[in-house]
């Protein structure tokens, strides 16, 4: 069976863990998480940057930064992970779904500026795939009635949108290391800082509501309990394999963009024959190797696909359920339909995408899809 997902090894990893077990520090904040951050701010600029043990951490820190409390409305996509709403919910938000582009997963920025009222607190975008929603539009809409703006950059590491690393833009972004990311460390995040005021308070609620990054860095006599917060930083373990994956990114992103132009150029002749489309990216976007997506016609179609692949030992799997038609969430939406975020629900299949497949299997892959719908 080629697997969905592999996690890719760089070799140091191992060395890193016995440094950092062997340091005599093994909880956050030491010589492997300011490594990891100061690779950050040194390679995308961004001002401040904080390790999180997951994406879900940092949009959390996020909500309390923002202050966010019950009634104040967040508008975001519906297509995307659960964590992107549960952050602010948590915080006693009502979230206001958007839907997604006609040519893309993510937000439809011409869709946003109708959902904005009084309550209205932040915009969340989610670069889908790492491919950058319209910023311009985001934070001109942002500017224009005073709201904030956070970028879900899960998938988006070393992406950019017109020259401007995603995470980078609005005032607050948020990035994952989960093992099926281009950078990974099993489970991890990083909340990036992009505006002043949240820098100090942050190092707070980072640091379980209190004063003690102050304290070892001179700054206090003595550290204390000064504000909400939690436990968001993760251990050195976590660190330490994460820096050495940093260490790799180029040989890692260039590698995985080969595989997405593999993909791209050996499917996308399915458009024409079969109206079945991969992933768009906007001239203004760039591509990072995240994934690689097809749009089935119908959910049926896919659920034959993905059981024709599997019969062919090819594990492809479907990706998110829209957010406003959750068990959860389904009787606090307020009844909009979101077409295309449900078309992406029943028609998006994922296919294998990690550093362990070989052109084989990738030709291998492309010619059992392009078989079955010949067959078809």
Known sequence: MIPFNKPYLTGKEAHYLYQAVYSGHISGNGTYTKRCQSFFEERWGFKKTLLTTSCTDA?????????????DEIIMPSYTFVSTALAFIRQGARIVFADSRLD???????????LITKKTKAIVTVHYAGVACD???IMTLANKYSLYVVEDAAQAIASY??????????HLGCFSFHETKNIQCGEGGLLAINDDQFIKRAEIIWEKGTNRAEFFRGEVNKYSWVDTGSSFLPSEL??????????????IQNRRKEIWQIYFEG????????????????????????MFYLLCNDAQERSDLIAYLKNHKVHAVFHYLSLHSSNYYAKKHDGRKLPNSDRYTDCLLRLPFHLHLSNTDLKEIIQTITTFFNEK
Not at 59 to 71: D, R, W
Not at 104 to 114: F, R, S, V, Y
């Open 238 to 251: 976590n660190a330490s394999f994460l820096f050495a994956q940093l260490e790799n990114i180029e040989s």
């Open 267 to 290: 499917l996308k002749h399915l458009s024409d024959k079969h109206h079945i489309f991969g992933p768009h990216l906007p001239q203004s976007a760039t591509n990072n190797g995240h």
């Open 135 to 137: 910023m311009d539009k």
């Open 59 to 71: 949009l959390e820190m996020c909500a309390i930064l923002l202050n966010i409390q019950s009634g």
């Open 104 to 114: 893309h997963p993510g937000i439809d920025e011409n869709k946003i500026e109708a």
């Open 161 to 170: 949108y017109k020259g401007k690393p995603l995470g980078s833009i609005g």
